[in-house]
């Protein structure tokens, strides 16, 4: 997918120590995607490109923790008014703590906007468009639309949630999506998971595409 300087967007997601070795919610080799991250921030903003990053933001008794739902454990679906299947996780992210933290080498000094997701108590959100809902929204595309970006290019963590239904929403509202394969890592839960979000991101149109192909 071609890369065009004022037009294209860097969307890196959830990049926080929580889904880093050592987090509440680790993510295997999920500091990998670091590196790679830094190196195409530089990139997009030298060319003209927009850079965003997002935060799980979450209150201490959010919905989607475990914690909140006596006899429920991490990794057991909920049955939510609004949302089909709500999987329970440990707590994370809770906002001010350090795990909410962005990673301490992702260097933020290039990014224009820093968007946070999944504050409200009752409502998750795995994409950066719209919440576990899929109505409320966060203001991301208007944000997008408004600047003129029409292709996005994604990475972070974790390839099988939040960058997956980031993807897939960014597809279907019309944006030239790809992922960059080197720059995610993926929760793996329930199994075959990650195998899984890739498969459907490429049925949806989202192109996988190594960073150095930029
Ligand atoms: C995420 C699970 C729960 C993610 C966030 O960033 O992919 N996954 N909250
Ligand atoms: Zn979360």
Redesign the pocket.
């Known amino acids: 997918m071609k890369f065009d300087g004022i037009t294209s967007a860097l969307i890196i ?2 990049v926080q120590n929580d ?1 880093c070795p050592a987090g509440a ?1 680790a993510v295997a080799g999920g500091d990998e995607v670091v590196e790679p991250l830094n190196r195409l921030a530089d990139h997009f903003s030298e060319a003209g490109g927009k850079i965003i990053a997002t935060a ?1 933001w979450h209150p201490p008794d959010h919905v ?1 923790f475990a914690r909140s739902h006596p006899g429920r454990k991490p990794g057991d679906a909920l049955e939510l008014p609004a949302v089909k299947e709500q ?1 329970l ?1 440990s707590v ?2 809770v906002q001010g703590s350090p795990g909410a933290d962005f990673h301490a080498q992702l260097n933020l000094n290039p990014v224009h906007c820093i968007l946070r997701k ?1 504050f409200r108590r009752n409502l ?1 959100s ?1 994409s950066a468009f719209f919440e576990n809902d899929r109505l409320t929204s966060t203001g991301l595309d208007g944000f997008l639309k408004g600047l003129g970006i029409t292709a996005v290019f994604l990475g ?3 390839t ?4 997956r239904y980031t993807a897939l929403d960014a597809a279907r509202l019309g944006y030239r999506t790809a992922v960059l394969t080197d720059a995610v890592r993926g ?1 793996g839960y329930p199994a075959g998971s990650v195998e899984k979000a890739l498969e459907t991101m490429r049925n949806a149109g989202v192109s996988l595409i190594h960073s150095r192909d930029i």
Do not use: R
């Not at 099988?160 to 960058?163: F, N, P, Q, R, S």
């Open positions: 997601i959830d889904f919610l799980d989607s999987v996780w994370h992210c999944g998750d795995y972070g963590l974790a099988d949630y939040c960058v929760v």
